[in-house]
Nanobody
């Protein structure tokens, strides 16, 4: 079970750190990803990290602003979000990919487990 936390209301230019805790026993075996979904839009890829944390991949619109990381001892993946913009407003979801892949997954259908989401609202 994946549980996100850390969302909230922040002004443009501000920062938030999202956390996603996994209560399962095989967290360190999975690649993890963050997605987001704004009202009336499809869920979109934000960032992904491999099982060991030494490989990451980002959507172009967050490069240089967001950082994904993980702590396998704590069964938690993080998304540090800096320089937030109003267009970053969305529900943010974490997800687990239990398949081995040569590259990190960016499609929703490639992920096996999802959290319930946490709301991030950026005011202008």
């Amino acid at each position: 079970q994946l549980v996100e936390s850390g969302g909230g209301l922040v002004q443009a230019g501000g920062s938030l750190r999202l956390s996603c805790a996994d209560s399962g026993r095989t967290f360190s075996n999975y690649a993890m990803g963050w997605f987001r979904q704004a009202p009336g839009k499809e869920r979109e890829f934000v960032a992904a990290i491999n099982w060991s944390g030494d490989r990451t991949y980002y959507a172009d619109f967050v490069k240089g602003r967001f950082t994904i990381s993980r702590d396998n001892a704590a069964n938690t993946v993080y998304l540090q979000m800096n320089s937030l913009k109003p267009e970053d407003t969305a529900v943010y979801y974490c997800a687990a990919d239990r398949s081995w892949r040569p590259t990190l997954a960016t499609m929703t259908g490639e992920y096996d487990y999802w959290g319930q989401g946490t709301q991030v609202t950026v005011s202008s």
